[in-house]
C-alpha cells in the first residue's frame, strides 16, 4: 500500500515555514457585523461575554435565549463552548449534540464534539472530525479549519496511517507547517512501516532544533523499536542534561539499558520514575518486571499486586503478574490470574498455557486439558503443550491418549528437554506403548 506521507515529508522539506498555530477564537465571537445589526443580534452580545471570558454572565442570558429558541444551532455551540470553558465537558458534549442535531452542516459542532470524544478515545470522534472537514466555519477560517485537519490525522495516525496522511496534507494546504506537524508526520510514517521516512523526518527536525525533547524522544523510539540500542543511547543521555527529568526520555533509557542487561542501571531509573510518577501503569510494569529479572520476587509481585488493583481489567498486567505467581510457585493465584486475562481476551495463548501449566502443577487435571483444548483453537501445539496433554491424560489413566501425546512429545522435542524426555520415555515403558 502507498502511503502520500512519503510527499509530505519529502517534497515539502523544502518548504518548511517555523511559527506556531494560534488557535482561532470561539467561533461567533468575531462576527465583523455592523454596530447596530450586533445591538439588535442578542446572541452577538452573548458572544461578547463569551469572548471576555465572563462564562457566568453568557451562561445565564444563553438559559433565557435557549428556553425561547431551543433549535437555534448557533446558541446550542455557543451554550457547548461555555460549558466546555467551565470544565464541564459532558454538559458541553449534551449542548454540541443539539446543536449537530438542529444544523448537521455546522463546523463548530462537529469539531468541537469531535475534540472531546478524541480525548477520550471513543471511536465516533472519527465521524464528527471528518464531518467537520467536510462543512465550512462561519465566519471563512482557513486556520480553524486546518485545525479539524490536524485533529484527524492525529487521531487516526495509528488505526488508519493512509486516512492521517491525507488529512494532513490537507492541513498544510491550509496554513504553513510547523514542527509539530513535521513530528506528527513521523509518527503516521511509523505506523504505516515507513521507518526510512520517519528517521529522515526526525534528522531534519533535530537539525533545526536539536534541544527538542520530543523529536528527541520520538527518534529514540524509533531506534528502539529498530533494537539500534547503541545509536539510541547517546542520544537520549544528550537530551537528558538537558531535561533530567523527562519521563519519556528517563523511560526511553530504562528500556535501552535493560535491553542491553544492564539491570542494575535500569532498576535506579525506573525506581525514579516510579517515585515521580507512582499512577503510571507503563512505568511500574517495567520496575517490577526489572525487580523479577534481579531475583526480588517479591518486590516485583507487591508492585503488581498495586498496579492490578488501581487498574483492573489491564490483561498485560494480569498476565504479568501471572507469570510472577508461577516463579513463585503460587499456582492457584496464578490460575485466578491467568483466568481473568482470558475474560478479557480469549485467544491469549500464553494465558491459557500459564492455567495448563498452574493446573498441572496443582494436579487439576481436568482443567489441564480444557486450558489446552481452548489453546488450541488459536495456536498450534509445541512440544511444551504436548507434554502437558500426554502428562494429564496419564493421570487421567485415558492411557491411549497419553501414549500418543508422549510420542508427539519426543517427535518435536528432538533433544531441547533432556528432563522431560525421559519421564516420557520411562511413562511408555510403563504404559506398554
Known sequence: MQYR??????????????????????????????????????????ENAIEAKNYSAASNQLGIYLSAHPDDARALFDRGYVEDAQGQPQSAENYYRKAVAADPKQFESHLALGLILAGRND??????????????????????????????????????????????????????ETTDDTLLATEIAEASGQS???????????????????????????????????DAEPLVHTALKRDPDNPALNTQLAAILAAENKQSEALVILEKLHQLQPGDVAIGTMLADAYAQQGDLDKAAALYDQLAKTTPGNADLLSARGQLLVRQQRYPEAIAAFQQVTKIKP????????????ASETHQY?????????????????????????????????????????????????????DQEWQAKHRLVALGK
Open 5 to 46: 506521507i512519503s510527499l509530505l515529508t519529502l517534497a515539502l522539506s523544502v518548504c518548511l515555514q517555523a511559527g506556531a498555530q494560534v488557535a482561532p477564537p470561539p467561533p461567533g465571537t468575531h462576527i465583523d457585523e455592523p454596530e447596530q445589526q450586533e445591538k439588535n443580534d442578542p446572541l452577538a452580545q452573548i
Open 123 to 176: 471511536p465516533a470522534a472519527r465521524e464528527q472530525l471528518e464531518a467537520a472537514t467536510q462543512s465550512e466555519p462561519n465566519p471563512p477560517n482557513p486556520a480553524t479549519k486546518a485545525q479539524a485537519y490536524r485533529a484527524l490525522a492525529r487521531l487516526l495516525q495509528h488505526s488508519d496511517p493512509e486516512t492521517a496522511s491525507a488529512a494532513l496534507i490537507e492541513a498544510l494546504k491550509l496554513t504553513p
Open 196 to 230: 526510512d521516512v520517519a528517521e529522515q523526518a526526525y534528522r531534519r527536525v533535530l537539525a533545526k532544533q536539536p534541544e527538542s525533547s520530543e523529536a528527541t524522544a520520538g527518534f529514540a523510539h524509533l531506534l528502539i523499536a529498530q533494537k539500534k540500542y547503541s
Open 347 to 358: 485467544d491469549d495463548t500464553d494465558a491459557w498455557s500459564g492455567i495448563a501449566f498452574s
Open 366 to 418: 481436568q482443567l489441564q486439558l480444557d486450558a489446552l483444548t481452548m489453546r488450541s483453537k488459536f495456536a498450534q501445539d509445541t512440544a511444551i503443550t504436548y507434554f502437558l496433554w500426554a502428562t494429564a491424560y496419564d493421570n487421567l489413566h485415558a492411557t491411549k491418549a497419553a501414549a500418543d501425546y508422549y510420542h508427539k512429545f519426543l517427535t518435536a522435542a528432538q533433544g531441547k528437554f533432556p
